[in-house]
């Protein structure tokens, strides 16, 4: 790894908490757009859509949202969210975490984990027995009955076609090979190809999720009205802006603990291109004007996207 210059590190640091008084408004560019240390404009955020890490990471939060969200998704009209608990993060016994978009439990005990996924990656169905797995042993009490264990969903909202047949929502099912027979344990999957146009409900969803300028107030008031909020308000700049932040202090804190070994410096170094490669990967930044302020080559930014998948 190619570790900036000291004076590039510092400016990053300040960079990064500086996106927090970020304002777009119609598309001017203004002073507070600016990177200090570089003169670089910043992209301003009202690009950003539903289906991106970072707005989705303030929408979750919204139980509405999650509700409306779930009903078209698992195709349940009657689906009531009782809390939902955005990057939500579950350990396995031998201590490696998972931070969740979002963990929703609804009214009967249930509890659905959210993904979006942009990056096309051959390995969503591994990690969804993963989530599942971790999700179950989190979630159930010790000494609870195996008939009470809770029923666990994991759906995958994708920028692409995860199974590669044109649908726009797939749900997956335990079936005995033999006779066609299905089976419940509770667990199930479902993945969303959040760029089918065919018409159904989450079809239409999926248009407002991955449109930047797309509503739709008649069938999804609460998506559009999170949405628009974030995108339109002062209020959800501030939200979009403390968000980036947190981003920046778990990136700095987990590069600290990956390089103590090497050092706090460098430690801090690996967290902030971390950063930097989120923010990124939502078209906040170009590679060119990440590694230009990091004082890196456009190759290391682009090997910590690799890396975040």
Not at 24 to 48: N, S
Not at 83 to 110: F, I, K, M, Y
Request: proline share 3%; charged share 30%; with cysteine.
């Amino acid at each position: 790894m190619v570790v900036p210059r000291r004076e590039s590190l510092q400016e990053i640091k300040t960079y990064v908490p500086f996106l927090t008084v970020l304002c777009y408004d119609g598309g001017q560019d203004t002073a507070a757009d600016e990177w200090r240390g570089g003169g670089q404009m910043v992209r301003d955020m009202g690009g950003l859509r539903p289906i991106d890490d970072l707005m989705f990471r303030v929408m979750a939060r919204d139980k509405a949202f999650c509700g409306e969200l779930l009903r078209v998704l698992l195709q349940d009209k009657g689906l009531t969210v009782v809390e939902c608990e955005p990057q939500s993060a579950v350990t396995n016994p031998h201590g490696r975490s998972v931070v969740l978009d979002a963990l929703c439990e609804l009214s009967g005990g249930r509890f659905v984990d959210v993904e979006v996924q942009r990056a096309d990656r051959d390995d969503l169905q591994r990690r969804a027995r993963y989530h599942a797995s971790l999700v179950t042993a989190d979630r159930t009490r010790p000494g609870t009955p195996f008939k009470d264990v809770p029923d666990v969903c994991v759906a995958f909202v994708c920028e692409f076609d995860p199974l590669g047949e044109g649908r726009s929502l797939y749900h997956v099912d335990r079936v005995v090979r033999e006779s066609g027979r299905t089976l419940e344990n509770g667990l199930s999957e479902v993945y969303v190809n959040a760029l089918a146009r065919d018409g159904t409900d989450v079809s239409a969803l999926m248009r407002v999720f991955t449109e930047a300028e797309a509503y739709d107030e008649g069938r999804f008031p609460e998506t559009s009205r999170v949405k628009r909020r974030l995108r339109e308000t002062e209020e959800g700049r501030k939200d979009m802006g403390s968000v980036i932040e947190e981003i920046r202090a778990e990136c700095i804190a987990e590069g600290i603990e990956t390089g103590r070994a090497e050092g706090i410096a460098e430690g801090e170094v690996r967290g902030t291109l971390k950063t930097l490669g989120r923010l990124v990967r939502d078209g906040l930044v170009s590679v060119q004007d990440a590694a230009a302020s990091a004082g890196v080559d456009a190759d290391e930014i682009r090997r910590t996207l690799a890396a975040e998948g």
